[in-house]
């Protein structure tokens, strides 16, 4: 750190000089800069970290370059930023942000909060995000030295580093059964077995490219996965919902039976539910789990009591082909058992077998599945085709009928690969 | 590290177990119902009668230690030593006594000046993304962009005004971070990448040549350095190729703007998962407080809440009205640059007679 003892801190750039900034310390939101202000009379990188972006504010331009930097046995988890104005400010000349796996849940003790700001603090700035877009706990502003130190210091508190780059990405999820009734299955708990499960794949790149897992109790989706995982874990259930009618019943009173048309009845997305008298009238079968009428009724009516999962795939934004939403894979699975939880890894296994040993660089699980096409996937991990993986059935006449082609060599056996959603029919076949 | 002692590797998650609030280990996998008491607070209730109100608190996201220390000042005083967060980075105290609520949220207002909101129809903290405080590709703020956008609107935060919630979120590059929400904002740039021919070496020309989109990168030598050259006409100024090679530069200052999308969202609730849609374009990239970017969501906001029925998100009513009806009434013009375009592009036309006349 030999550059930051020469630094000349000329007192322009330890002094705060931020204008621009100062306009956000108005107004009624909680405002960063006055927060960070504080700060920057313990931490004086704070103040030159300010400085910078006033000037990024000023000149409506950014002035941090990204480079590369790894802690012992790992092979991400820190985002590496190198300041273009290092002879200015001479304490952002490295100034890294440490990836750290929050707690499932993002629940806290604040022993284990505290335990967090002050190792951060002591080889940082301090400075915490709660939390990133990642699902990470986010800590800024480390040098070289204090990354490396901060992190031993993190990893000795039972903290570890989250994932960047071509790899596993740090999970997250809901709160789940911890706090929700809705939640059905215990996606705290899965969270935390699965990122504990492929813990290496998080830490160290070997994938094409990033692969994200979100996991959220039901259909509502509090942990934003549909749209920002490439896997979403979703909770749903087989079978009925339960209907308690007393509390239909109390509910058509307190709201009107107008209210329950309006709301209930007619925004229904099967049109499954309807109304006599003051019982609610339900064809499960046509129930595709939306969670709506519950989420209205909610004292009235629960999920089902044959709880599960519905996992899907493939959604990221834009780059590079346009949007890819996630897509179901399965349609349910329960998750209860330490063999639930085994089937669900080996599928986890097969996915990444397949799209890591076919796909090209920086290709999402979303972008080789549109490339290859679902069919030749589904091939691909062993899983057979169900008309709820679809909106509708091919319209396109131009098909590879495989039984109706001719046949391979004379002789040689069509390999029928192993099928993760069918039991095997005898271990003779095989 | 000098051949010191490394700590554990590999721990994974944090033992979530040790840091549940006393009534949510109690009663975890056996609560009943909750309630929405007013804005801000819930009321969890379990099946043995347990409850739980829990408070939301905006935060800014980004904190200092001192500002986490007083958060957990005010947990250990009336929540047993126990919090946590939303995922749109609000704190979430809990205190099972009815009368312990209001002296919280006393606290939690003088102490941390914090806002007491976003549950249920309101609009929740903005998912944001790192922008000029600490990314290397942004051509905006986040922080200070939410910020002003969250003075502008603290009100429909602290209240529940809207026919159903109001995610938002913003990205300060195309790539995107800030990802689907009810409103969108994101910068947009508008010229091919300035290519930096004498500091290409830095990159993987391969890299830099696959990762185009729309194949208009190609491998070129330039004054006998080995380079690439981009193809005006196909370049549709996305950045994907600055995010992977730094002498690719995209932004500019002078001429970057930003856009409003509507209508995304993830939840299954009624209609599917919905991916936003372009509604307002060519807006300033105006710092420090983007008042023209406040006044386009303001106007769309206040339109979806006088026009929107209980329960349908902003994406569920604009297409109950038709796009037609959400330009007339938001007054922003429907232009040739709405309509999209690629591989996709015929599906989104109106492939019937129904039109509202």
Known sequence: MAEKNQGDNSPDTKELNTPLLDELEEGPWPSFVTDLKALSRKKPQVAQLLNQLEESYEDRWNYWTGTVLNVSGYGGGVIARLSEKKDKYPDLAQFHTIRIIAPPGFVYSTKALRNLAEICEKHGTGILQLHGLTGDILALGFDDEGTFAAAEDLMENGWDLGGSGAALRTMQCCVGQARCEMACFDTMKTTRSLTNHYISLLHRPEFMYKFKIKISGCANDCANAMIGADMPIMGTWRGPMQIEQAKVAEFIDEKGVEYVIDNVITRCPTRCISLKGKELVVDHEDCVRCMHCINVMHKALKPGKERGITICLGAKRTLKIGDTMSSVIVPFMPLETEEDFEKLTDLIDRIWDFWNDNSMDHERIGEFIARVGLATFLEGVGLEPDPRMVDRPRTSPYIKFEELAPGPFEGEQKQEPPVWNREPESSESA | ?357
């Open chain 2, 1 to 357: 590290m000098n051949g010191t002692k490394l700590a554990p590797r590999d721990q994974g998650a944090p033992d979530y177990t040790k840091f549940l609030h006393p009534a949510m280990a109690r009663n975890y996998g056996k609560w009943d119902y909750h309630e929405r008491i007013r804005p801000g607070v819930l009321l969890y209730v379990a099946e043995n009668g347990d409850t739980l109100y829990t408070v939301r608190a905006g935060s800014p996201r980004t904190m200092s230690p001192d500002l986490i220390r007083k958060i957990c000042d005010i947990a250990d005083r009336y929540c047993q030593g126990y919090l946590r967060f939303s995922m749109r980075t609000n704190v979430e105290f809990m205190v099972e006594d009815e009368a312990d609520v209001e002296p919280l949220i006393e606290a939690i207002k003088t102490e941390l000046g914090f806002p007491i909101g976003g549950t249920g129809p309101s609009i929740s903290n903005i998912a944001h993304t790192q922008g000029w405080l600490h990314c290397n590709l942004p051509g905006t703020d986040a922080a200070g962009a939410v910020k002003a956008l969250m003075d502008d609107l603290i009100e429909e935060f602290e209240n529940e005004r809207f026919p159903n919630r109001v995610k938002i979120a913003t990205s300060c590059c195309q790539i995107n971070c800030g990802r689907h929400a009810d409103i969108a904002i994101i910068v947009q740039h508008h010229h091919p990448p300035r290519i930096d021919h004498t500091n290409m070496q830095i990159c993987e020309l391969p890299k830099v040549v696959a990762i185009c989109p729309v194949a208009a990168i190609r491998p070129a030598v330039v004054d006998g350095n080995p380079s690439v050259e981009v193809v005006e006409e196909k370049c549709m100024y996305c950045g994907a190729c600055h995010g992977q090679c730094p002498s690719m530069e995209i932004r500019d200052a002078d001429t970057d703007t930003l856009s409003i999308w509507v209508g995304g969202k993830g939840s299954n609730a009624r209609t599917g998962p919905s991916l936003m849609k372009l509604a307002v374009w060519g807006l300033p990239n105006n710092p420090p407080r983007w008042p023209e970017v406040s006044a386009a969501v303001r106007r769309i906001l206040e339109t979806y809440k006088e026009e929107g029925k209980d329960w349908e998100r902003v994406g569920e009513w604009i297409e109950r009205i038709g796009w037609q009806r959400f330009f007339e009434k938001t007054g922003f013009p429907f232009t040739k640059y709405h309509i999209e375009d690629g591989p996709q592009a015929m599906w989104t036309y109106n492939r019937s007679t129904h039109v509202r006349i």
